[in-house]
Each structure stands twice: as structure tokens, then as C-alpha cells.
């Protein structure tokens, strides 16, 4: 609550005066919040030749203050335990000079990265390279749950909300090969090329005859 104390000074036709004090309270407005956020969708398949990017809206309840852009929790994001070939993948501290909030492993490789365009109330999330999923055989998925805030000018911010973004695995393509050599010759083939091994680089571990 803010308080404003206003002097004043009374004076009469025959010019007594006299003072007083007027004081005027004025709460806060309304907190910022969330009223409802799309979840995004990539497909780990899209990675092969190009970035896969998606983009869903967001809204938020009408406020009494100006708002500032939305801004996820580095912190709890980075408790997501999310890696990469088992390097841990961290958030950026601030975003760069596009408004991306980039998303690296310990390496430094840039693995997603994300944005929020308030004047379109929505958001774009594009990735680069797989992340490690759950040890399940098949095309599984994998929810990211980004934490995130929105504020407004005075320092008001929301609850916590989570902005999802489900991430399909790509697999390895089942394929088939026969050669013909000579017995007592050698032969040097590559079995599986880079769109067959996956998006994760997979890679021939057993062979049966």
C-alpha cells in the first residue's frame, strides 16, 4: 500500500486561514498471472538436416501495471536433470541480443532455446540437437516442463506456471542389406547412413548370422 499525505491550507472571506492534512491510501493492483499457455511439440526426426521449431500462445490476466516480458526460473530449470550424451544441459542467465533464453550443455553446444513476444502474446521454442530420454525402446516422448514468471513494472510477480514443450525421440530406421564377396576377401561397407542411425547417431551394436 502506498500512502499520500497532501497539505492544505483553508482560508475564509476575511482571509483566517487554517491548515489540514489529507491523506490518501492506494492499494496495490491486481497481481499479474497466467490465465491459460499453449504446449509446443518437436519431433527429434527434425534434427537431422535442420533446427525443429514450434510455437504456441499464452494469456495473461489483465493487470493494473504495465507487464514485462515473461522469464523462467534458472534455477529450477536447471534441476530438470535434462542432458544431453549425459552432459547436463543448463540455462542461460539472461537472454541473448534476439531475446532467446538459450539452453547449452557442458560442452557449450546451444541444444534448444526458446523466446517470449509479448506483442503477440505468444511463444517459440526451436531445437537443435537430441536430448537423452528414458530408457524405453521405441519412439517415445519426453515433457519439459519450463518454469516460468511474469512480472510488471512495480516488482509484482505471478505464481509459478510452466510453459511444456513434449520432445517425440527419433529411432533408428530397421534396414536391410545383402553382399556378395568371395570367401577369403574382405569387404568394407557403411551399414548405416546418417538419416538411418537417428537423430541420437546411433550405431550398429550387434550382429547376427
Request: aromatic share 8%; charged share 25%.
Amino acid at each position: 500500500m502506498l500512502q499520500l499525505e497532501i497539505p492544505l491550507v483553508i482560508t475564509d472571506s476575511d482571509l483566517s486561514t487554517g491548515s489540514g492534512l489529507v491523506t490518501i491510501s492506494i492499494t496495490d493492483g491486481k497481481i499479474p498471472e497466467f490465465d491459460s499457455i499453449e504446449s509446443t511439440a518437436v519431433n527429434e526426426l527434425g534434427l537431422l538436416d535442420a533446427a525443429d521449431n514450434d510455437s504456441g500462445g499464452y494469456a495473461v490476466s489483465e493487470s493494473s501495471d504495465s507487464l514485462l516480458p515473461p522469464e523462467p526460473d534458472k534455477d529450477l530449470f536447471d534441476a530438470l536433470g535434462l542432458e544431453r550424451a549425459g552432459s547436463a544441459i543448463t540455462l542461460a542467465s539472461e537472454v541473448d541480443d534476439n531475446g532467446w533464453w538459450q539452453a547449452r550443455d557442458e560442452g557449450d553446444t546451444l541444444v534448444f532455446q526458446f523466446r517470449f513476444n509479448p506483442s503477440a502474446s505468444d511463444w517459440d521454442v526451436r531445437f537443435r540437437k537430441a536430448l537423452d530420454h528414458p530408457d524405453v525402446q521405441g519412439a517415445n516422448t519426453l515433457d519439459i516442463d519450463i518454469p516460468v514468471r511474469i512480472g510488471d513494472i512495480d516488482g509484482d510477480l505471478s505464481a509459478l506456471s510452466s510453459f511444456t514443450v513434449t520432445v517425440t525421440d527419433d529411432i533408428p530406421v530397421d534396414v536391410d542389406y545383402s553382399f556378395d564377396f568371395v570367401e577369403g576377401a574382405s569387404i568394407s561397407k557403411k551399414l548405416l547412413s546418417d538419416g538411418q542411425a537417428g537423430a541420437d547417431r546411433g550405431n550398429v551394436t550387434e550382429v547376427q548370422y
